[in-house]
């Protein structure tokens, strides 16, 4: 699987949008982009997915670039309850499990 | 269940002793992950199953870790000879299974072992 690069840390102020960045310029064509979060001492928790158009559910925004090389989680309106370590993940059809790297500590402050 | 659930929550054990980690996945899903994430580290891949076979194991670190599962349904993860460097969460997750890359895995809450 591809690898991804993600900022180790990010802040983000309560009610803001929240835009959390993924680089993973060696993504293959059947690589889907996953975003996971893990709120301290729980397990982590699926928010989002996409192959290359960019998906809308009731937690996020998943956009991707045309060229797929990089994508943007987008949280509308961050809460504190968002204060979570973000993960960005690329995993091909074929693939058996999920590869988490360092993730973004994101921070929303009051 | 609703969600995949790990049992116990904690497990405090003396150094030396064998361990048994279980996990009951979502019904109906046939893959599952097990995963460990040391005390501020990322989470680390142990072992997938498919079914009751695990065709990737590749991510054991040592002899004294196997896992089964029996029935396409419950895991246990064992730790033979615990050492201290074992103390971690135990992470396991279960998903659909094969077939599409499109599926989310679902994690449960992990169990939280400490080797004293």
């Known amino acids: 699987d591809a690898k991804t690069t993600q900022p180790p840390s990010m802040d983000c102020a309560e009610g803001r949008a929240a835009n959390l960045p993924c680089n993973h310029s060696t993504i293959s064509g059947n690589e889907y982009v996953y975003w996971y979060r893990q709120i301290h001492s729980q397990g982590p928790q699926y928010i989002i997915h996409?192959?290359?158009n960019n998906e809308t559910n009731e937690m996020a925004s998943l956009i991707i670039t045309e060229d797929r090389k990089s994508s943007t989680l987008i949280l509308p309106h961050a809460t504190l309850r968002d204060t979570a370590v973000y993960y960005c993940?690329?995993?091909?059809?074929?693939?058996?499990?999920?590869?988490f790297g360092s993730g973004t500590q994101l921070t929303v402050l009051p | 269940g609703a969600g995949v659930s790990q049992s116990p929550s904690n497990k405090v054990t003396e150094k030396g002793k064998d361990v048994e980690l279980r996990c009951d996945p979502i019904s109906g899903h046939t893959a599952l992950y097990w995963y460990r994430q040391s005390l501020g580290q990322g989470l680390e891949f142990l072992i997938y199953f498919q079914g009751n076979s695990a065709p990737d194991k590749s991510g054991l670190p040592s002899d004294r870790f196997s896992a089964e599962r029996t029935g396409g349904s419950v895991s246990t993860l064992t730790i033979q000879r615990t050492q201290q460097e074992d103390s971690a969460v135990y992470l396991c997750a279960s998903s659909p299974g094969l077939g599409t890359g499109n599926t989310e895995a679902f994690f449960g809450q992990g169990t939280r072992l400490t080797v004293v």
């Open positions: 996409g192959l290359k």
């Open positions: 993940i690329v995993r091909a059809g074929s693939a058996r499990q999920l590869t």
